[in-house]
């Protein structure tokens, strides 16, 4: 009866551990050159993204499905931190647009409460666009001057004894 919501379902943990391993990547990356907020930023979203596949995850074994735990796409190599941001809010885009696809094929199913998942994954990813959005729009308006005093705020935490690193 819920074999089109479990595949949806599947599909959206798939989605979702493809945007965990390439946030981690991401943060990664920006630890490494001492870009603290943006670091923390990848790495508070790829956290959230975990909860999702959770989330996810719950409502399959509840359909009584298997959940499928392969990521979607594989990390993709990314350096510049204008194209992690260009990246992850495209990547956001589609998760959005996607999800809402979902929810409205769960309620054509007579699923509601898988609906209802889908429509609150919309709400979190719309949050996440908007985060990483705000970021590339002060990368552009504030070009390589903005990481640099990411780099200089991290440099005097440790000068002053700080950890500085998420």
């Known amino acids: 009866m819920y074999?089109?919501?479990i595949e949806l379902l599947n599909t959206a943990v798939a989605d979702e551990l493809a945007a965990v391993h390439q946030y981690m990547y991401f943060h990664f990356h920006c630890d490494?050159?001492?870009?603290?907020?943006?670091a923390g930023l990848f790495k508070r979203s790829a956290i959230e993204e975990m909860l999702?596949?959770?989330k996810l995850?719950?409502?399959i074994l509840?359909?009584?499905?298997?959940v499928e735990m392969r990521a979607g796409e594989e990390v993709q190599i990314v350096h510049d931190v204008k194209a992690m941001l260009e990246m992850a809010t495209a990547s956001e885009e589609g998760a959005i647009k996607s999800y809402n696809l979902a929810a409205n094929e769960?309620?054509?199913?007579?699923?509601?409460?898988t609906k209802k998942l889908f429509e609150s994954l919309v709400d979190d990813e719309e949050r996440h666009f908007s985060q990483f959005d705000s970021e590339l729009e002060n990368m552009t308006k504030f070009g390589d001057g903005y990481l640099a005093l990411q780099s200089i705020?991290?440099?005097?935490?440790?000068a002053s004894?700080?950890?500085g690193q998420e």
């Open 106 to 113: 769960c309620s054509a199913n007579a699923d509601s409460a």
């Open 52 to 54: 999702h596949v959770e």
């Open 3 to 5: 074999k089109k919501s």
């Open 32 to 38: 490494n050159q001492g870009f603290d907020l943006l």
């Open 153 to 158: 705020e991290r440099s005097k935490t440790l």
């Open 161 to 163: 004894g700080g950890g």
């Open 57 to 59: 995850a719950d409502r």
């Open 62 to 66: 509840f359909l009584k499905g298997d």
